[in-house]
Structure formats: C-alpha cells, structure tokens
C-alpha cells in the first residue's frame, strides 16, 4: 500500500486495538486476491530512530504472520501506538495473531446486532409483583 486514499479507506474496516498497536482490515472488494499491508508510525511516537525501528518489526511480523493468519483481498494496517515502542517482539506477534483473530470474529458491515439475545425484553419493566 502505497497510497493516502488505501489508508483512508482501510481506516473504514474492522479494527483490533492492542497495547502496542491497531490493526485495520478492510476488504477491497475488486476482485484482486492479494493481500496488501502498511504500516504507519506517527511522531507522536518517538524520533525517526524508534518510528523507523518500529516500522522494521511490524514489517518482520507482518510477512511472517499475515500469509497464514491474513484475508486475500483485503488491505492491512499497523498503526504504532506508544504502547509498542519497547513491547517484546514475541508479545508483539502474540497480539497480532490476537488481533487478527479478533477481526475474523467481528461482525461484517451492515449486519445489524440482534435484539433477540440474551435479556430480550427484560428492560424497564416493573420488576416482581407481589411477595
């Protein structure tokens, strides 16, 4: 992913929030089967030094995982977040393979919650009468 508008429209889709970063995941919807990521890292964060070695291990844990754990024909995004500046890099890939779990489990877009769960129709009601 190369392009401001692939972000924009990833920060559209499911996200995972972890300690040490955020995964987006957004289907493209146009047929193509491949798999994309970015990653960003904001000043916010630190100096070049510690974006750019963050930027690094999101990379390493990216190919690793996402060809095993990831979604053909969707884009990918890892944002840094303060959190994972000094996060042990196994914590790290134990939290992505989390996230992406996570993700897979989310509710599709558009599919409304379901109003006949648990509790339906126990709300504000008069409680017991009598005892």
Sequence with gaps: MGKRADFLAA??????????????VRDRDDGDPAMRFGITVTKKI????????????????ARE??????????DH???GRDGGKERDFALLRTELEKALRKIARAPQAGDAPSRHGVG???GRGKGKVGA
């Design 11 to 24: 920060n559209r889709g499911k996200r995972a929030p972890m300690p040490g970063f955020v995964l987006l």
């Design 46 to 61: 630190g100096g070049a030094v510690i974006r750019n070695r963050m930027k690094r291990r999101f990379r390493v844990l």
């Design 65 to 74: 995982l996402l060809p095993l754990h990831g979604y053909a024909g969707a």
């Design 77 to 79: 995004v890892l944002i």
């Design 120 to 122: 339906a129709g126990h």
